[in-house]
C-alpha cells in the first residue's frame, strides 16, 4: 500500500511560481510505485496529467505545461515535487500526485484511470 500526502498549493498571481510536494509513506518508488505523476483537476472538466516520472528519472509533461513545470524526486526525503513556474489563469485547478505500477510511464500512455495511490490533492489559484 502507498500512501501520498500533497501539500503545497495556494494562491498567486498570474506569473508566480508554487512547489508542490508530495510525501509519500516509505520509499517514493518501489514495485506498487515505479511510475509516479502529477494530475490536476479544475471544476467542471475531467482530470487530466501534468507530468511523469519513472523509477529511472525518465519525465514526461503535457503539452500544456512543458518548459514551466518540472518534477523532481528526493529519495531520501521519499518525496515528490512539482515545481510551477510562469502560473496562468488556466493552471487552477485541484492537484493529485498518484502512482502506479507500470513500464510505460508516460503522459501520452496512461489515464488518471492507470493510477491506484493518489493523494488527497492540494488546491491551486492563479488570479490575473
Known amino acids: 500500500q502507498v500512501q501520498l500526502v500533497e501539500s503545497g498549493g495556494g494562491s498567486v498571481q498570474a506569473g ?15 514495485y506498487s510505485s515505479s511510475c509516479m505523476a502529477w494530475f490536476r483537476q479544475a471544476p467542471g472538466k475531467e482530470r487530466e496529467g501534468v507530468a511523469t516520472t519513472n523509477i529511472f528519472g525518465r519525465t514526461t509533461y503535457a503539452d500544456s505545461v512543458k518548459g514551466r513545470f518540472t518534477t523532481s524526486t528526493d529519495n531520501a526525503k521519499n518525496t515528490l ?7 496562468e489563469v488556466e493552471d487552477t485547478a485541484m492537484y493529485y500526485c498518484a502512482a502506479a505500477s507500470s513500464s ?6 496512461m489515464t488518471f484511470a492507470d493510477f491506484p495511490y493518489w493523494g488527497q490533492g492540494t488546491q491551486v489559484t492563479v488570479s490575473s
Open 104 to 109: 510505460r510511464c508516460a503522459i501520452t500512455t
Open 16 to 30: 508566480g511560481s508554487l512547489r508542490l510536494s508530495c510525501a509519500g509513506s516509505r520509499y517514493i518508488y518501489s
Open 81 to 87: 515535487y512539482l515545481q510551477m513556474t510562469s502560473l
